[in-house]
């Protein structure tokens, strides 16, 4: 009686369609980490070596959004029906948690090194965090047009931002450091380096774990989805209604709807104009729809919304 309805299951992942750019900035950002490390070591700077830091963990994080796209589009089969998609918003839980990490040890080095100041070469600083900010800039570039469409994408983004922004830092603290010869300017740098990324870390972390609690889509309201679905032809009830995402950019939704008796002959067509009102309204490829005779809904066993 028209159990289901299947849209999309070939649908390519959002950050699948952006693989080109994750590897043009994984690209960037090595390179970049190369010349920090090299840079941390002959400045003697911690606000450049938690920079280098960060962009090592931020490459780590692209290399596993990278690897989660490759796996999410492994084709799906009977032990994993929706195939492997989920494995992009694991990538992006892991990266926001090896970023928490990261910020642990810069703030620790730096509390003690205001305690026990280190010699730093402010002008090591300037040279290789200039180096750094063009890159960064260049990868914020590639990144921007698909940092809307994909978790991972916008991960990475995000911290492409936080490098640019703690590259701006270093050429400040390089500067101070070198006019006035105080040091401590370096370990406030971190400080604030990490400051800048524990947010945006937690603001990843927490979109990731909504979309592993399977936790509504954020842009689709179910009452107003209810609403929608019946005022299609013959539908007198809906229930039994359910919205999550599979990953970025493949929100899902199953549903019980109840339908005149002398339209169960016609269910194709029923099914068609639902899937139409969910695709073209909520941008729900994916659903699936039972189709129920008025009353069966006593027959049932326990009812979830």
């Known amino acids: 009686m028209g159990h289901g309805h299947k849209h ?9 369609a952006n693989r080109g750019r994750l590897v043009i900035a994984l ?3 090595l390179s970049v980490a190369v010349v920090q490390v090299i840079g941390a070591a002959m400045s003697g700077s911690l606000a450049l070596l938690a920079d280098a ?38 990538a992006a839980a892991v990266n926001a948690l090896t970023l928490f990490a990261l910020c642990g040890f810069v703030g620790y080095e730096a509390v003690r090194r205001l305690l026990d100041p280190q010699p730093v070469a402010g002008p090591w600083m300037m040279a ?15 990144l921007r047009g698909g940092q809307r469409e994909s978790l991972n994408v916008r991960g990475a983004y995000l911290e492409v931002m936080g490098d640019a922004l703690a590259s701006v830092g270093v050429l400040v603290g390089g500067a101070v450091i070198w006019l006035t010869g105080w040091e401590r300017a370096d370990s406030l740098i ?18 990731a774990v909504h979309v592993l609690l399977e936790s509504t889509p954020r842009h689709v309201d179910l009452e107003e989805v209810r609403e929608h679905m019946m005022r299609q032809p013959g539908v007198i009830d809906v229930h039994d ?29 029923v099914l068609d104009d639902l899937h139409a009102c969910l695709s073209g309204h909520f941008d729900v490829e994916h659903s699936t729809l039972q189709l129920e005779p008025d009353g069966h809904v006593d027959h049932e066993g326990a009812r979830h919304a």
């Open 241 to 269: 209604l359910h919205a999550w995402t599979i990953t970025s950019g493949i929100p899902v939704m199953s549903a019980h709807v109840v339908i005149e008796e002398h339209r169960l002959a016609d269910a194709g067509r």
């Open 53 to 90: 830091g960060h962009t090592v963990t931020d490459s780590f994080g692209v290399l596993l959004a990278l690897t989660a796209v490759w796996i999410a589009n492994r084709p799906p089969n009977a032990d994993r029906t929706f195939g492997m998609q989920r494995a992009e918003v694991l």
């Open 128 to 142: 290789v965090a200039g180096v750094g900010l063009v890159a960064n800039v260049v990868a914020l570039l590639v």
């Open 190 to 207: 971190s400080l604030g380096i990490a400051a800048f990324i524990v947010p945006r870390a937690w603001s990843l972390l927490r979109e």
């Open 27 to 29: 690209v960037l950002m």
């Open 8 to 16: 999309g299951h070939g649908h390519a992942t959002a950050a699948g």
